[in-house]
Structures are given as C-alpha cells and as structure tokens.
C-alpha cells in the first residue's frame, strides 16, 4: 500500500500512500505530499464510511495540535495506542459489543485521575504517549451516577457533545513543558483548565490537587475535596 514518493526538500526520500487497493468508488479523499486519508477522530475515512485505518497511517487524524505539536500516531509508541481504543469502537459501532461502564466513586475520581497522568505503574501510558491527542474520560449521569468511558480521542470528546463528562489528558507546550489539562463538559458548554506542571512529572502535588478539585466539584459535588 506504500510506494516511494518524491525526495523531500531536505533530499531524503519520503513514502506515500497509494490507493491502488481500492475499489474505485470507495478510494479515501487523500491530502499532502504522502496522501495520507482523511480520517475522523477515531480513524475512520472522512469520505468512505467503515474503512478504518490502524498503524502509522493513522496519522492523517490530526488531532488538536495543540502548540502546533501533532500526535504520535507516525511511531509505533503512539499508534499502538489508537488500534486499542479503535479495536473497542469497532465492536461497538459494528458488533454490538460495549465494554461495561465501570462505576466510580466521586470522592475517589481526583486521585484516580491524578495517578494516571502521573504515570503510576500500570496507568496512563497511553495518555502520556499519544498527548492531546488520547484522553479518559469521566461520564456524569445524574440519574444514575459517575463512569468511567475509558480512553478515547480528545477531538470526539470536545466535537460530539452530550452528557456531562470530564476528559483529562496531557499536554506539550512550545518550551516542551509536559502539563495536565482538564476539559470539562457541563450543560452543553466546555471549559479547559491547565494543571501546573512539574519536572518530575508527578502530578500529584497538592497545587494540582487543588486545581483539580476546584474543576471538579461543580460536577461532582461536596464529595471531592
């Protein structure tokens, strides 16, 4: 599916995509010098629904590019992340098949949140490689209380509306500082609120704990503290 293209300004060849594997009335539109496809948040063609794309192609979601720094869906440190999160909206959307929403505490969830993104043994991995571009997400019920709705593009989260809900993620500013943000959905509208950062990446410090759960009471209540 890949086939030499023409060298780079800087002389070194580049790769990009052919189409020849498709049929002709369902080729992906395509863009830049690779012919990457256009995809949807959760790498789906833009223009050909149910073509799903999975490896470094998956880099023709761009995400937020939040500073002007893409994702890292072109190495296999951050596309090894978005097949995992694909993998769930295909059985999803096309089987029928959801992962069970886990219920959480609300007294429990500033902690829970503040571990991941500090990288506690076992969590966040997939935050802190695919940054701005992968968060977790928090969905607020008022009728029957607070899950967890896994991992999912940030984009989705901020574009579809819906419920309230709560999406932590990390971030890279220009000076490579790596920084906590918090996007919360509530009646409709987002807010996004940056955590300090911390050179150790331990976003544990009770500055972001403060910060945290000043975001999250409104949602949450009494019980976060």
Known sequence: MAQPAPPSC???????????LYWASQTPNTFGQSGLPAQTAFWESATVPAIYFAGTISQGAAGLKKHGVPSNSGAVHGHRYNA????????????????????LEPAAIADQLLDELSGEPGHGADIFHQRSYLARVIG??????????????????????????????????????????????????????????????????????????????????????
Do not use: C, M, W
Request: glycine fraction near 12%.
């Open 140 to 225: 607020v019920d008022n009728g029957t209380g607070v899950y967890d709705d896994g991992v999912q593009p940030l984009t989705h989260f901020l574009d579809v509306g819906g419920l309230n809900a709560i999406a932590s993620t990390l971030e890279t500013n220009t000076a490579g500082e790596i920084y906590p943000a918090v996007y919360v959905r509530r009646d409709g509208a987002i807010t996004e609120t940056i955590l300090e950062s911390d050179v150790l990446l331990d976003f544990r410090g009770e500055a972001q704990r403060k910060q945290l759960a000043e975001v999250l009471r409104p949602l949450l209540g009494a019980a976060v503290s």
């Open 84 to 103: 995992r999160v694909l993998a769930g909206h295909i059985a999803r959307r096309h089987f029928g098949i959801a992962v069970e929403r886990r219920p």
């Open 10 to 20: 800087s002389g070194e060849p580049g790769i990009a995509v052919g189409v020849s």
